[in-house]
């Protein structure tokens, strides 16, 4: 039933195209770039309401950040697309039993943290915020959550952050958005037009926008932990992510998938975090 939709709405897109190649393309992004799940359910605003939880700013937006305060190192948890911080739940309670102080904010877009629209960009500018309000020693960021913190620490060099965990994080920007064209099976048009959007909006075409190449110019110390079954981002951009990560370890894992969420994955966080 979801592929039929998948491919009703592609189609309908495509039809838009030759009346209105901008027009389409547009209904595109606003597709792409619009999470239609991420919001907290009362289950995990029931953890949540265990932290300390402040709302900060970036512009007009509202970013929902929550603490658990401890003695050691801060962390940052920077979760991926239609999740929230509550997905953290398990590792959480784990750091705070170790002494960390955790920290977590909610993307753009999702959990209780402001706007309709989410990108990575914007993303950076929400954990820029964070870090300049709690200093976090280590950030552990899934999927593109860790896009987002790479790119924020390319484009800051944040002084305090000594190590960086990136889980399942997505590399080339351009495959991200292929893989999306193909899913929805959009027609040359739409590719093409989205291409030119690209570039207005953002500046650059999506082939600037790379993991790998800004984690050149990251000098943190950083373990990358990847799944060679995640049918979400290959793990072939884990390759690419540890060729330019100078200063890191990549673990590869099997059968746990895109979530990562397991206790394996956890101990060699710990053991990458109190090394």
């Given at each position: 039933m979801k592929e039929l939709v998948v491919k009703l709405i592609g189609n309908y897109i495509n039809m838009l195209s030759y009346i209105s190649k901008p027009y389409a393309a547009n209904k595109a992004m606003y597709l792409f770039t619009t999470p239609r799940a991420g919001k907290v359910n009362e289950e995990q605003s029931d953890f949540l309401q265990t932290a300390y939880q402040e709302e900060l700013k970036f512009e007009n937006h509202?970013?929902?950040?929550?603490?658990?305060?401890?003695?050691?190192q801060t962390i940052l948890l920077t979760h991926g697309w239609e999740s929230n911080s509550a997905r953290w739940k398990k590792l959480i309670i784990d750091l705070k039993k170790k002494g960390f102080n955790v920290v977590a904010l909610d993307a753009p877009a999702h959990g209780r943290s402001g706007g309709n629209i989410f990108n990575a960009l914007l993303y950076a500018e929400f954990i820029n915020v964070v870090a300049n309000r709690f200093s976090p020693d280590i950030i552990i960021g899934h999927s593109v959550g860790g896009m987002a913190s790479v790119y924020f620490q390319h484009k800051y060099q944040f002084a305090p952050l000594k190590k960086l965990v990136l889980l399942g994080s997505p590399s080339e920007f351009k495959d991200v958005m292929k893989r999306y064209t193909d899913m929805l099976g959009y027609n040359q048009r739409i590719v093409s037009e989205l291409?030119?959007?690209?570039?207005?909006?953002?500046?650059?075409?999506?082939?600037?926008?790379?993991?790998?190449?800004?984690?050149?110019?990251?000098?943190?110390?950083?373990?990358?932990?990847?799944?060679?079954?995640?049918?979400?981002?290959?793990?072939?951009?884990?390759?690419?992510?540890?060729?330019?990560?100078?200063?890191?370890?990549?673990?590869?894992?099997?059968?746990?998938?895109?979530?990562?969420?397991?206790?394996?994955?956890?101990?060699?966080?710990?053991?990458?975090?109190?090394?």
């Amino acid at each position: 039933m979801k592929e039929l939709v998948v491919k009703l709405i592609g189609n309908y897109i495509n039809m838009l195209s030759y009346i209105s190649k901008p027009y389409a393309a547009n209904k595109a992004m606003y597709l792409f770039t619009t999470p239609r799940a991420g919001k907290v359910n009362e289950e995990q605003s029931d953890f949540l309401q265990t932290a300390y939880q402040e709302e900060l700013k970036f512009e007009n937006h509202r970013i929902m950040t929550y603490r658990w305060l401890g003695t050691k190192q801060t962390i940052l948890l920077t979760h991926g697309w239609e999740s929230n911080s509550a997905r953290w739940k398990k590792l959480i309670i784990d750091l705070k039993k170790k002494g960390f102080n955790v920290v977590a904010l909610d993307a753009p877009a999702h959990g209780r943290s402001g706007g309709n629209i989410f990108n990575a960009l914007l993303y950076a500018e929400f954990i820029n915020v964070v870090a300049n309000r709690f200093s976090p020693d280590i950030i552990i960021g899934h999927s593109v959550g860790g896009m987002a913190s790479v790119y924020f620490q390319h484009k800051y060099q944040f002084a305090p952050l000594k190590k960086l965990v990136l889980l399942g994080s997505p590399s080339e920007f351009k495959d991200v958005m292929k893989r999306y064209t193909d899913m929805l099976g959009y027609n040359q048009r739409i590719v093409s037009e989205l291409q030119h959007t690209i570039v207005e909006r953002f500046g650059s075409p999506a082939e600037t926008f790379s993991t790998a190449k800004f984690l050149e110019t990251i000098a943190s110390e950083g373990l990358i932990i990847h799944d060679e079954d995640d049918r979400i981002i290959p793990y072939k951009d884990a390759l690419l992510i540890k060729n330019s990560f100078k200063n890191s370890k990549l673990i590869t894992t099997k059968g746990l998938g895109h979530s990562l969420i397991d206790a394996s994955v956890a101990e060699h966080i710990y053991a990458f975090i109190d090394a």
